[in-house]
Structures are given as C-alpha cells and as structure tokens.
Antibody
Framework: QVQLVQSGAEVKKPGASVKVSCKAS????????IHWVRQAPGQGLEWMGI????????SYAQKFQGRVTMTRDTSTSTVYMELSSLRSEDTAVYYC??????????WGQGTLVTVSS | QSALTQPASVSGSPGQSISISCTGT?????????VSWYQQHPGKAPKLMIY???NRPSGVSNRFSGSKSGNTASLTISGLQAEDEADYYC??????????FGGGTKVT
C-alpha cells in the first residue's frame, strides 16, 4: 500500500534551518511528483512547492523562493524539504503529498515544526 | 497568487444536502479543469475527496460530488452524516504553474 512517512517533530530557533524528510513506499518512487503543503496552527492549507523525483527538478511558491529547497534521494525513495531563515510565522505542520495528476492523493502524517527562541 | 475564496462555515442537518463554493479567477479555476477538494478532520492529514472538478477517487462515498461554472467550483454533500463534520479545502492548478488552496470551510 502507498505510504508517505515523514520525520519527527522539530523545535528550532529563529534564523535556523529545518530539513523534513518524506519516505515513500508501495509505489514506483520516480513515477509521481511530490508536493509540500503546510498548515499553521488553526489556519488553512498553504502550497509550498513541488518536486519531480525522477529528475530532481523543483518549483516553489513565490512566497518561499530563496528560502526553500526540495531535494530527493532515489536510493532511499525519500524527498526532503529544507526551509531556512526560520521565523515564528513558520511554525506549522508540514505535509508531503503524492501527485498522480493535478491533485494530491496520498499524504504524509505531517511534521510539526515549532520556531521559538 | 491569492487564496481561493470559500465560506468560513456551512451547516446542515443529518440527511440534508449542503454545497460549498470556491471562487477563483480565470487564471486558476476558470482556466483549467484541475480543481480538487479535501476533507480534513482535526489533527489528521487531508483526504482527497474530488479531483479534476468532478471525479471521485475509489473509496469515496458517492454522496460527495463536484462541479464548476466559470470561476467558481462547488462541492456538494448529499445525505449529510455526522462523520462529514470536518474542514473542507478546495485547490486549483494555476497559470503560473503553481497550486493554490482555498481558505477552508468548516462543515457542522
């Protein structure tokens, strides 16, 4: 069965970086794009970007350009999302989601990133 | 890219039908048939309910249906059940090769 398993919760200080992982299983890793979506406490969903695991190319929402980097490791079927220059407003649950077409069909369990001094 | 516009809340009684609207622009909803809808219960990851405007994934109840007219998409839930109480989000692909979510609608 398709599974996306994310890394555990993180606590970071303002200005630091965080790297969240998303390990895929149950399907051909390189056949489906992966999106990253975040959700601040009590807020809605926010699209961050997308990565093509086959070639490693990524595209980011303008809001995160220059601060986010999405990468993948095909040997472990894992994608990574690194966000730098963290501020308190980046406190959120970060999700990875598989994209079979133009929607997101399977989601990871979410990773809580807390930014606090 | 501004978020798509959804009503903050919609309520209904068991057995009733409700609809949730999602309004965008000609650069997103109006320009593509790539609207999807997600259900999210508290503390859980979102679940895909509708994709490509009106298609249901395997396993999703046929009480859920989607449609689109111009720049506005809609999700209809018929025969409302207690388990349908959740937050619902619409999403669309955009002309900027990005994706955008609606602000979310709480269904009670």
């Amino acid at each position: 069965q398709v599974q996306l398993v994310q890394s555990g919760a993180e606590v970071k200080k303002p200005g630091a970086s965080v790297k969240v992982s998303c390990k895929a299983s149950g399907y051909t890793f390189t056949s489906y794009y992966i999106h990253w979506v975040r959700q601040a406490p009590g807020q809605g969903l926010e699209w961050m970007g997308i990565i093509n695991p086959s070639v490693g190319s990524a595209s980011y929402a303008q809001k995160f350009q220059g601060r986010v980097t999405m990468t993948r490791d095909t040997s472990t079927s894992t994608v990574y999302m690194e966000l730098s220059s963290l501020r308190s407003e980046d406190t959120a649950v970060y999700y990875c989601a598989r994209a079979p077409n133009w929607s997101f069909d399977y989601w990871g369990q979410g990773t809580l990133v807390t930014v606090s001094s | 890219q501004s978020a798509l516009t959804q009503p903050a809340s919609v309520s209904g009684s068991p057995g009733q039908s409700i609809s949730i609207s999602c309004t965008g622009t000609s650069s997103d909803i109006g320009g593509y048939n790539y609207v999807s809808w997600y259900q999210q219960h508290p503390g859980k990851a979102p679940k895909l309910m509708i994709y490509d405007v009106s298609n249901r994934p395997s396993g999703v109840s046929n009480r859920f249906s989607g449609s689109k007219s111009g720049n506005t998409a809609s999700l209809t839930i018929s025969g409302l059940q207690a388990e349908d109480e959740a937050d619902y989000y619409c999403n669309s692909y955009t002309s900027s090769n990005t994706w955008v979510f609606g602000g979310g609608t709480k269904v009670t």
